[in-house]
Nanobody
């Protein structure tokens, strides 16, 4: 079973950037698709974006399209979420997750989850 650990969260001003990382351990990450989700206080966890197992294909939620970019380096067993032009409404705990499905958007399509990292965007 693969384990995931996110890092890179923090406090940033609106308009700024952050780069989150997702480190995989336990077994190779490469067979899995990777997704990013977020959960704001009092709200349901929502899909942010996903990347295919080989990094060729990506898919984003409309709310982040054009601002966020997902990438992965299978040789290093890591994935990244580059977040630019951040807005206060992007404030949330961000999670990476692994799935056997291609560009899955549903929470229950992901079988492995990290513990999350807090991102706070101040105005």
């Amino acid at each position: 079973q693969v384990q995931l650990v996110e890092s890179g969260g923090g406090l940033v001003l609106a308009g700024g950037s952050l780069r989150l990382s997702c480190a995989a351990s336990g077994r190779t990450f490469s067979p899995y698709g990777m997704g990013w989700f977020r959960q704001a206080p009092g709200k349901q966890r929502e899909f942010v974006g996903a990347i295919s197992w080989n990094g060729v294909s990506t898919y984003y939620a409309d709310s982040v399209k054009g601002r966020f970019t997902i990438s992965r380096d299978n040789a290093k067993n890591t994935g990244h979420l580059q977040m630019n032009s951040l807005k206060p409404e992007d404030t949330a705990v961000y999670y990476c997750a692994a799935s056997n499905l291609f560009l899955a958007t549903a929470i229950d399509a992901y079988s492995v989850w990290g513990q999350g990292t807090q991102v706070t965007v101040s105005s």
